[in-house]
């Protein structure tokens, strides 16, 4: 864990902020590494179609470019109203940082507790989905990998997952690190490095 890199002072959703990310696997795609493909390194269609990206990134010096609607931009202005709701709720004080970085790895945290012993999720979700989790139902198999990959990369004991919508009551799930998940993580993850860095060579030597 000695080469994590945290850049506290990056804002999230801006240009430096993105440039940061570019060329790394990122905690949003987490769900791709555990997707099962009939390669010997495990890496699934969506995983290889992700390199595919990260190379572009990489080739270009360019970050993809990201996806924004109306409940991105919700979300994005509710996660101050959830993350103060939180520390109201459970005492914890968060810090706010704006980006992580582990070797070819990136992670883009909604909080760290306790120096990073525990980390937070904020989820503003609409009614008919927040309900779903809020009376009980499973976090989405994507919201489970991206807080495992949180946890992974910080080292953390626990993410609090937090799941709001306007109007309705706020719901804190804790999770615990899935060491299975984890390990899995740390081979998928070198295993699409190779891939990744394969053809970026590949190309700069058809150059």
């Given at each position: 864990?000695?080469?994590?890199?945290?850049?506290?002072?990056?804002?999230?959703?801006?240009?430096?902020?993105l440039?940061?990310?570019?060329?790394?696997?990122?905690?949003?795609?987490?769900?791709?590494?555990?997707?099962?493909?009939?390669?010997?390194?495990?890496?699934?269609?969506?995983?290889?179609?992700?390199?595919?990206?990260?190379?572009?990134?990489?080739?270009?010096?360019?970050?993809?470019?990201?996806?924004?609607n109306?409940?991105?931009?919700?979300?994005?202005?509710?996660?101050?109203?959830?993350?103060?709701?939180?520390?109201?709720?459970?005492?914890?004080?968060?810090?706010?940082?704006?980006?992580?970085?582990?070797?070819?790895?990136?992670?883009?945290?909604?909080?760290?507790?306790?120096?990073?012993?525990?980390?937070?999720?904020?989820?503003?979700?609409?009614?008919?989905?927040?309900?779903?989790?809020?009376?009980?139902?499973?976090?989405?198999?994507?919201e489970?990998?991206?807080?495992?990959?949180g946890?992974?990369?910080?080292?953390?004991?626990?993410?609090?997952f937090?799941?709001?919508?306007?109007?309705?009551?706020?719901?804190?799930?804790?999770?615990?690190?899935?060491?299975?998940?984890?390990?899995?993580?740390?081979?998928?993850?070198?295993?699409?490095?190779?891939f990744?860095?394969?053809?970026?060579?590949?190309?700069?030597?058809?150059?």
């Amino acid at each position: 864990m000695s080469d994590r890199e945290i850049f506290s002072e990056l804002e999230q959703g801006s240009a430096e902020w993105l440039a940061a990310r570019a060329g790394l696997i990122t905690a949003s795609n987490a769900g791709l590494l555990l997707v099962n493909g009939k390669r010997p390194d495990g890496l699934g269609a969506g995983a290889l179609t992700y390199g595919y990206e990260i190379a572009g990134e990489i080739l270009t010096g360019r970050p993809a470019p990201s996806f924004s609607n109306e409940h991105t931009e919700r979300g994005y202005a509710r996660e101050v109203d959830l993350r103060n709701e939180y520390e109201l709720l459970t005492g914890n004080e968060v810090e706010q940082v704006g980006f992580v970085r582990r070797g070819r790895a990136g992670y883009s945290p909604d909080g760290l507790v306790d120096g990073g012993r525990r980390v937070i999720e904020i989820k503003d979700r609409l009614p008919k989905i927040a309900l779903q989790v809020m009376t009980g139902g499973d976090l989405s198999k994507d919201e489970v990998a991206q807080a495992q990959f949180g946890m992974w990369m910080m080292g953390a004991e626990s993410c609090d997952f937090i799941v709001g919508s306007q109007g309705l009551p706020t719901m804190i799930r804790t999770l615990e690190p899935d060491t299975e998940m984890h390990a899995l993580f740390e081979k998928r993850v070198a295993a699409l490095v190779e891939f990744i860095d394969g053809i970026v060579s590949k190309v700069k030597e058809a150059a």
